[in-house]
C-alpha cells in the first residue's frame, strides 16, 4: 500500500472515531437528560431538574426543604394539571382516577421522609394525550406537604404554593 494510500485509510479510521464519540456523546446527554416515558418533551413542566420527567435547568427551584433534604418547585412552574390536582386536594375531589387518587402511598421507594403508614396519599396529575394515568403524580403529608413527581416516584421536588 502506497504512503497516501495509508494517510487515506488512517484518516478514514480517524473520521469514524471521531464520528462515534459524537454520536455516543450525544447519546449520553440526551440518555441523562431523558424523555418522558409517557411520550412528551420529558420536561416536567418546572423547567427544572429530574423532579419531573428528566429535564434539567434551574427555572422552578427556590431552594431545598430542610426536613426532606429535596428541593422545592414552585406550584405555577409545573404544568397547569398540578395546579388542578392541587386544587381537587384542597377541595377534597372529585379525582380523575377515583379507584387510586387519595390512597395510600407506601414510600417503598424511600425518597420522602419516613412516616408512618397511611402518612402520604397520592394523586394522579393527567397528562394530555396519555392512554393511562401517566406518571405524574402529587403526594400529599398527613401535615399538608405537597410533594411533585414527573417520573412515577424517581425523584420528587416540594410543592411551593
Do not use: C
Not at 123 to 133: E, K, L, M, Q
Amino acid at each position: 500500500m502506497s504512503r497516501a494510500a495509508s494517510r487515506r485509510s488512517l484518516n478514514g479510521v480517524v473520521s469514524a472515531v471521531v464520528a462515534l464519540v459524537v454520536v455516543l456523546g450525544g447519546w449520553l446527554v440526551s440518555s441523562h437528560h431523558g424523555s418522558g416515558s409517557d411520550g412528551s418533551d420529558g420536561s416536567d413542566g418546572s423547567g427544572g431538574s429530574s423532579y419531573g420527567s428528566g429535564a434539567t435547568g434551574d427555572a422552578g427551584k427556590v431552594g431545598t426543604d430542610s426536613r426532606s433534604g429535596l428541593p422545592y418547585v414552585d406550584l405555577s412552574t409545573l404544568p397547569k394539571e398540578a395546579a388542578q390536582t392541587v386544587t381537587l386536594i384542597d377541595e377534597g375531589g372529585p379525582f380523575p382516577y377515583p379507584d387510586h387518587d387519595g390512597g395510600t402511598f407506601s414510600n417503598y421507594e424511600g425518597v420522602l421522609p419516613q412516616e408512618s403508614s397511611g402518612y402520604y396519599r397520592e394523586y394522579t396529575v393527567p397528562t394530555p394525550g396519555s392512554p393511562d394515568r401517566g406518571t405524574r403524580r402529587i403526594i400529599s403529608g398527613a401535615d399538608g406537604t405537597l410533594y411533585w413527581t414527573g417520573d412515577h416516584y424517581e425523584h420528587f421536588a416540594v410543592i411551593k404554593r
